[in-house]
């Protein structure tokens, strides 16, 4: 069992509601491998009282704080400094508490990005990418990887409309690359799992 103690560093995710996240286990798991004296808590933080919160996070000593729904778009509008990710996907979902004051990262991304090299060996550039799911992370993972230089990228969703408005933001931010959304039809999505070198389930369930 962990002890902790006063200089135990606390760091959490804010989300509201909060009772669905899997960080405290995740998160809690990694400071245990790399011996931190620190610990990984979850709040549950409604939106109007966000950036209040986490100044007083930063305030009482706190490494960090991530979000979760539905308070990455809030943070966004709050936090003055943002890094290039903040800033290109409209969202916030690490807050760096710098010396300066409160930073906000998007992190979604980078770290689809880090995890697939670490894992299978290997860079999106050049590859054609079928992303299911155009809300928060998928929107995310699909723009950095145009980003990063993928060669086609197909977007689906449930809500037709979302796909569409992803491929526009690609478009704009990597004009290079080639885009489609896909109507709400599973056959044209199965056709597009086929016809994809890299597949990347980015939805709240299964779909396909």
């Known amino acids: 069992m962990k002890t902790l103690s006063g200089y135990t560093k606390p760091f959490a995710v804010f989300g509201h509601p909060i009772g669905h996240t899997l960080s405290p286990a995740m998160h809690n798991a990694a400071i245990e491998a ?24 930063s305030d009482l000593g706190f490494g960090g704080v991530n979000l979760t729904i539905p308070l990455k778009e809030v943070a966004f509008k709050g936090i003055a400094d943002l890094d290039a990710s903040a800033r290109r996907l409209g969202s916030v979902n690490t807050v760096e508490f710098a ?21 299978a060996g290997l ?14 992370a998928g929107r995310a993972v699909a723009i950095t990887c145009g980003v990063a230089g993928a060669a086609r990228i197909v977007l689906a969703d449930m809500d037709p409309e979302r796909p569409a408005a992803v491929a526009a933001e ?39």
């Open 34 to 57: 790399l011996e931190m004296d620190a610990i990984y808590l979850a709040f549950n933080v409604h939106p109007d009282k966000l950036i209040a919160l986490l100044q007083s996070a």
């Open 99 to 119: 010396a300066s004051g409160l930073k906000g990262h998007s992190t979604d991304g980078y770290g689809f990005l880090t995890a697939f090299q670490e894992m």
């Open 123 to 136: 860079a999106v550039e050049g590859l054609s990418i079928l992303v299911m799911g155009s809300g928060g």
């Open 170 to 208: 690609i478009a704009q931010h990597s004009p290079a690359v080639a885009t489609e959304a896909l109507p709400v039809d599973r056959d044209a999505w199965h056709e597009a799992c086929r016809a994809a070198d890299l597949v990347i389930q980015a939805t709240p369930s299964r779909i396909v």
